[in-house]
């Protein structure tokens, strides 16, 4: 009878204990209020819930190394790691996950996350940033005629000869668009160089030799800009790779492609910017950036420089008065302000016509720092809240419709014993949750399938127990003998079954990926449960049955 | 009490014929087809390319939504009503689009939901489950799945025939391969769609199909300690099925009360794995009944016992046994 209270005793402490590893409690946690992430206190059940049924983005990155190879890359993306992990920490995810993968891959999963495409830019922003003066030797124009042939001798003209015919209208399309367009120029002295700029774009001679250079390329507005049509972008831009061009350029200069297409009418174009190849400074020197709204300027982002950065800056800046200079990120010109004076520790990048949400977000990627090496998306899931919200109610449903009718099915062809199996099910269910919950796994759509099946699987050891205990008795044996016959014979199988698909639950926990993960999880955690209720828990059960009746009574089994 | 299948005396060995004729014949029908389609339908974590779920506000015009995708370049996409009316699910795997997903994955999908919000307004299209995977990735987690496949095969297999002796053994590993055969040719007849998901439920079903295999073997063993003189192989066999029948039939039920729960509430995204798994219980159950035993029945004609040798392997393996290693006469298997 000790034996009895003791088991008794266990599987209670074990149920107090499940309960208590599953019971709603207060945790500190990023959640959203208002669209803003925020700390606060919520108060939930312990059970993590994958990507699958909250909803969110899972992303899979990996070195891009199309246009330059790297060496050691299991290094640099453990340094990338660190800037990733950095911004996503900033932008506010409740509970992200960022971690290698391999030495080749970064994962990061943002849980309730809305706007994919933003938290992959986010991601993803290289974030190198530059600050060149721009060019006012008009090297390019120098250059051009060696630039044309190199064009020709690849036969890049083609794309540009159709247009020439419109020529003129692009003209004029061009000098009402430096009237419209002066928001690179800084202050009021930006208007009188783009008055300028038109002038001398005007008076080249564009269409010499019917280059695809000197055809499409006009000077802009301030010096060392280029205005080029979007029909001839690609072209040009093709061109400009090719790398007979690296040898072509202009000594200690590069060209850099602006941001943002300006629009004139029916006509895109875009600007092409030729800058000292030396920076300035480079973003690693700043220490803070700041997103802010100026009355003028519209949306800016004001930086900090460090001492060393802030004394360089200020030398450079100070040779450099009444200059352009272009501020590059990730090699695009964002723009190019008129040096009014040298400055020091605070600067600021002005965002044209971008969003206070665009400045928020260029600071954000400032601060971290820049990715040593460029990342590209391998692989990308995105999973509206919706749709997991929805996914969870039907697995529930599913999950106790599953439960329902197998107690119909166990109560009604066991009758007592059914009851007893019941029982030791929904033990089954508390303990395999709180085996979920204990070891911090994750639950998921495929996980809650697993769970659902694992019910199924469960009751088989119920089930081989009743039918041997039933064939014991029919061999007219006692109770207590049929009871104790019917575990002991049942043994061996149930273990058997239990390993071999614990087994392959292992293999695939070892080869899936997350959802999957799941789904081996909920079923190894919930064979190891119907393990110790089957084999355990239904023998007390019996234990309590035959001690309550003596074994006189006949079993209903 | 109440009882099904009690103390039946089905001759199920004898049947052996008509069982190989039904699963073989399906193998090769599932063979045909795949000779005919030709490749399995893989779910596109596996491919490589861009999988959208659209949910609209109102019922669009499929050939509105396949114009607009053309337009956009996504051609040869597959588009599918899924659930309701207003949500449809777009397959873009072109290996033209899967190649241009090696520089970033997220490219088509980007290109697909902006065509979308175009053509139908941007309010109006909900992008509720997008999928996007590079080819590498895609390959990777092919090789991935048939590495899963195999080396779970070969720790069932071994551990078979840790706890069998080889005859049990190669019987049993033989009827999981076929359960496994079987469902492929399930699957590739009905045309599932092999994702990771359907690869668990592979990976499920070979535990579960070699489970009831061993039960029903255990129980062979059990009853060949208690045969009488002369019986022979196939009438033990045929008892031990009976005598566990009840069992087999009632944790038929059991799962299967699972399986079609998931099958018929648990949604879409859950049911190619809810068909696999419902069909595979019940090949399972089939196979330990139909397959296992004749296969056992051959291996023990090709390869008769010997007296001495393997017959309390057998017999004893088990953990069920009462510690006795010496066979007694009555346990040895006369040679047939």
């Not at chain 1, 990342?375 to 109610?393: F, P, Q, T, Y």
């Amino acid at each position: 009878m000790a034996n009895l209270k003791y088991r008794i005793l266990l599987i209670v402490g074990l149920f107090a204990a499940s309960v208590w590893a599953l019971f709603p409690r207060t945790v500190v946690e990023r959640v959203k209020r208002d669209g803003v992430f925020v700390y606060d206190t919520v108060r939930r059940v312990p059970l993590k819930r994958g990507l699958d049924l909250q909803g969110g983005m899972h992303l899979t990155l990996e070195v891009d190394e199309s246009k330059q190879a790297v060496v050691d890359k299991s290094e640099a993306l453990d340094r990338a790691l660190k800037v990733v992990r950095q911004r996503i920490d900033e932008f506010g995810v409740s509970e992200p996950v960022v971690q290698k993968a391999g030495n080749e891959r970064i994962i990061v999963e943002l849980p309730g996350i809305d706007d994919a495409e933003r938290a992959q830019d986010v991601v993803q922003k290289s974030a190198f940033l530059e600050f060149q003066i721009t060019d006012k030797t008009q090297a390019f124009e120098k250059v051009m005629p060696r630039f044309d042939e190199i064009a020709r001798n690849a036969g890049l003209s083609a794309a540009s000869e159709a247009k020439t015919s419109g020529d003129t209208t692009k003209k004029v399309g061009v000098t009402s668009l430096l009237t419209q367009q002066s928001d690179s120029a800084k202050d009021s002295t930006g208007k009188a160089v783009a008055t300028t700029g038109a002038d001398s774009g005007a008076a080249t001679p564009a269409a010499v030799a019917g280059g695809l250079f000197s055809t499409n390329v006009q000077a802009g507005q301030i010096p060392g800009q280029y205005i080029v049509p979007e029909a001839a972008y690609a072209a040009i831009e093709r061109a400009l790779s090719l790398p007979a061009m690296q040898d072509a350029m202009p000594p200690g200069k590069v060209m850099r492609w602006g941001v943002d297409s300006l629009v004139s009418g029916t006509q895109r174009f875009f600007a092409l910017y030729v800058l000292d190849s030396r920076p300035i400074i480079t973003g690693d020197v700043l220490t803070d950036a700041r997103p802010s709204t100026d009355p003028v300027e519209g949306n800016v982002v004001q930086f900090t420089l460090n001492n060393e950065g802030a004394r360089r800056f200020k030398v450079e800046t100070g040779k450099h008065v009444k200059d352009n200079m272009a501020i590059v990120l990730d090699q695009r010109v964002v723009t190019a302000p008129v040096l009014n004076s040298a400055i020091g520790r605070n600067g600021q990048i002005t965002l044209g016509g971008g969003t206070l949400q665009s400045a928020q977000d260029l600071a954000l990627v400032l601060r971290a720092g820049a990715l040593p090496v460029p990342l590209k998306v391998a692989e990308v899931r995105s999973i509206g809240a919706s749709l997991g919200a929805d996914s969870i109610n039907k697995g529930a449903i599913a999950l106790v419709t599953a439960f329902l009718l197998i107690v119909v099915i166990l109560i009604g062809y066991y009758r007592f014993s059914g009851m007893l199996a019941v029982a030791a099910l929904l033990l089954f269910l508390v303990y395999t949750l709180a085996v979920l919950a204990g070891f911090n796994a994750v639950l998921t759509l495929p996980g809650l399938a697993g769970f659902v099946l694992s019910i199924g699987i469960a009751v088989d050891a119920n089930v081989l127990i009743f039918e041997r205990i039933r064939e014991e008795l029919d061999h007219g044996k006692s109770n207590r003998l049929a009871i104790d016959e019917g575990f002991r014979h049942a043994l061996s199988a149930i273990i058997d079954t239990s390993a071999t698909t614990i087994f392959s639950g292992m293999v695939l926990y070892q080869f899936g990926t997350g959802p999957v993960r799941g789904f081996a999880v909920t079923l190894i955690a919930g064979l190891v449960a119907s393990l110790f209720t089957a084999l355990f828990v239904s023998k007390t059960f019996f234990m309590i049955w035959l001690s309550r009746t003596r074994g006189n009574q006949t079993l209903s089994i | 009490m109440l009882r099904i299948f009690h103390n039946t005396k089905y001759e199920f060995v004898k049947h052996w014929r008509i069982a190989a004729g039904i699963t073989v014949a399906f193998i090769v029908a599932g063979l045909v087809t795949f000779g005919i389609t030709g490749g399995v339908n893989y779910s596109i974590e596996f491919t490589g390319g861009t999988l959208m779920q659209v949910q609209f506000k109102q019922a669009p015009d499929v050939a509105v939504v396949r114009s607009t995708l053309d337009k956009a370049g996504i051609t040869g996409s597959e588009i599918q009503q899924f659930g309701s009316a207003t949500e449809y699910t777009i397959r873009a795997r072109d290996e033209k689009q899967v190649e241009e997903q090696a520089a970033g994955a997220e490219g088509i999908s980007k290109k697909i939901a902006s065509a979308l919000d175009q053509q139908f307004g941007a309010g109006n299209v909900t992008f509720v489950r997008t999928e996007a995977v590079g080819p590498k990735v895609g390959s990777e987690l092919r090789s991935g799945a048939l590495t899963a496949m195999l080396l779970a095969s070969l720790i069932t297999l071994g551990y078979l025939a840790f706890r069998f002796d080889w005859r049990f053994g190669a019987a049993a590993v033989l009827s999981t391969a076929h359960d496994i055969l079987v469902t492929f040719a399930f699957i590739k007849m009905f045309d599932i769609e092999v994702s990771l998901t359907v690869v668990a439920a592979i990976l499920t079903l070979l535990g579960y199909s070699a489970n009831d295999t061993i039960i029903i073997f255990d129980r062979v063993r059990e009853d060949l300690k208690k045969r009488a003189k002369g019986e022979s192989l196939s009438a033990v066999l045929d008892r031990a099925i009976n005598e566990t029948l009840p069992r087999s039939v009632m944790t038929h039920a059991t799962t299967l009360a699972s399986t079609l729960a998931l099958l018929v509430i648990a949604g879409g995204v859950i049911r190619p794995f809810a068909w696999v798994m419902a069909f595979g219980v019940f090949v399972a159950t089939f196979s330990s009944i139909y397959v296992a035993g004749p296969l056992l029945i051959w291996i023990e004609s090709k390869y008769p016992r010997t007296t001495s040798d393997s017959t309390s392997r057998a017999v004893n393996a088990g953990n069920d046994n009462s510690g006795d290693t010496r066979p007694r006469k009555s346990e040895r298997l006369a040679t047939r």
